[in-house]
């Protein structure tokens, strides 16, 4: 038996079952682990050597969500939630308008594919916009489920196709590694490799908005519990506000880190915080347990990649990745297609347990060039190979960010699933058009 097969399979059937994904991941981890021959002290010590991968991300995540709930108590929050209930229209008229919903879908989807190229945030934009527009989802009766695969694609199609901001790491990675591998290419085949693969995410998406999670769907109007919520908006919070969001932006932008982007714009509210405390307008002792509670609403993402971390060293230190790929070497024996079929699912299952893509084209690239040159793949056939498989499983992933950014902000009021709500849509509406298209890119590339 695999390990790698064993481990994700665990894993995924444990958190398909309601078992915490923290939970699943560790006890994935140790079968893999042992079916690999490791032993329970060797996985032990492989998966904690490996929680440390994460742990800049996960700090990025705690300082983001308490800069998040900084930015909620200025009051931005409340007035782009007012104005999308303006631009909605009467209540009465938005609950039956079809229109609006899907309008309003599409422009989430495209404000999360800026986070990618445009304005490099990633998900920093989620706790910020999500929450406070959770009451005019609810108003419309609009499915999360459609919102939740909207977010994803925006987070996550961007980047396998346009050579910018995160794009063009991602290409760059696939560039080096197969250079790496004994076959050089241009960067610029890489998105005509990948322009069918993110077609068929478009159809995904469409396919989600229009015909899947259409319907209504109720929701309970919660409060999303935050400090100083119950205050009236502070003075100049507006402006500082807006502030604080341009300094996260450009110092991102500058020094190409989100734990520097975040720290410059809560240094912004601290000050802003300072001179409330001067006026009598608000204490530090409130400031302080407002950025503790925003930490608190991204800390389940912090431990979950944290874990992942564990999880993927696990899975590569087994030695079963290469003996996956060369198991099924004998099936291929010239067959093309078929070698390119399992080489994508391949990559689905490696990805769906690292829950990187980045972290996964690597180790694909080192195993899938050499194999695929020997059964005469053209460079723009492999690259439409490894980009897919890469990108599979990232989608549809409990430990992807792609599916826990999602997740942060939807589930603010605790009534959104992340495996059922974000997770299986996601994986249902994106990998298998991956797979079908990516597969259909490498036949027409040979």
Not at 146 to 164: E, S, W
Request: proline share 4%; hydrophobic share 55%.
């Amino acid at each position: 038996m695999n390990a790698v097969i064993i481990a994700v399979l665990v894993m995924i059937v444990l958190s398909l079952s309601r078992v915490h994904v923290v939970v699943a991941l560790l006890l994935g981890a140790a079968a893999g682990g042992i079916t690999a021959g490791m032993g329970i002290s060797e996985t032990i010590q492989v998966f904690s050597d490996g929680l440390g991968t994460n742990a800049q991300i996960a700090l990025s995540y705690g300082l983001l969500g308490a800069f998040a709930a900084g930015i909620t108590f200025t009051g931005i929050p409340d007035k782009l939630v007012a104005g999308a209930v303006k631009l909605l229209g009467r209540r009465g008229e938005a609950r039956k308008t079809t229109l609006v919903k899907v309008l309003l879908l599409f422009t989430t989807a495209l404000i999360a594919c800026f986070s990618q190229n445009l304005v490099p945030v990633h998900i920093a934009f989620i706790p910020l916009l999500i929450p406070p527009l959770l009451k005019v989802f609810n108003e419309l009766l609009l499915d999360r489920r459609a919102a939740a695969t909207a977010l994803t694609f925006g987070l996550k199609a961007p980047y396998i196709l346009l050579p910018a901001g995160y794009g063009l790491i991602f290409h760059q990675t696939i560039a080096e590694n197969m250079e790496a591998s004994g076959m050089a290419i241009d960067l610029a085949d890489i998105p005509v490799a990948m322009a069918l693969p993110v077609a068929g995410m478009v159809a995904g998406l469409a396919v989600a908005i229009l015909v899947t999670y259409r319907k209504n769907r109720s929701y309970e109007n919660r409060d999303i519990a935050e400090a100083g919520s119950d205050r009236e908006a502070p003075p100049y919070g507006t402006a500082v506000g807006t502030l604080a969001v341009l300094a996260v932006l450009a110092a991102q932008i500058w020094s190409d880190s989100m734990i520097f982007g975040v720290f410059a714009g809560l240094a912004l509210l601290y000050l802003y915080f300072g001179v409330l405390h001067v006026l009598k307008k608000f204490t530090l002792q409130e400031a302080d347990g407002l950025i503790t509670s925003g930490m608190k609403m991204l800390a389940f993402i912090g431990f979950v990649m944290i874990t992942a971390g564990g999880f993927a060293e696990v899975i590569r230190e087994s030695g079963h990745v290469e003996l996956l790929v060369a198991s099924t070497e004998d099936w291929f024996d010239g067959r093309q297609a078929l070698a390119a079929l399992v080489m994508l699912l391949i990559g689905l299952f490696i990805t769906m347990g690292i829950g990187s893509s980045f972290a996964t084209v690597p180790i694909l690239a080192a195993i899938f060039v050499p194999l695929a040159a020997s059964l005469g793949f053209s460079p723009l056939a492999v690259i439409a190979l490894i980009g897919t498989a890469g990108a599979l499983g990232d989608a549809g992933s409990p430990a992807s960010d792609s599916t826990l950014g999602p997740t942060a902000g939807l589930n603010a009021d605790g009534q959104h699933n992340h495996i059922w709500d974000t997770v299986v849509p996601t994986f249902l509406h994106f990998n298998i058009p991956l797979l079908l298209f990516g597969w259909a890119a490498v036949m027409m590339f040979m």
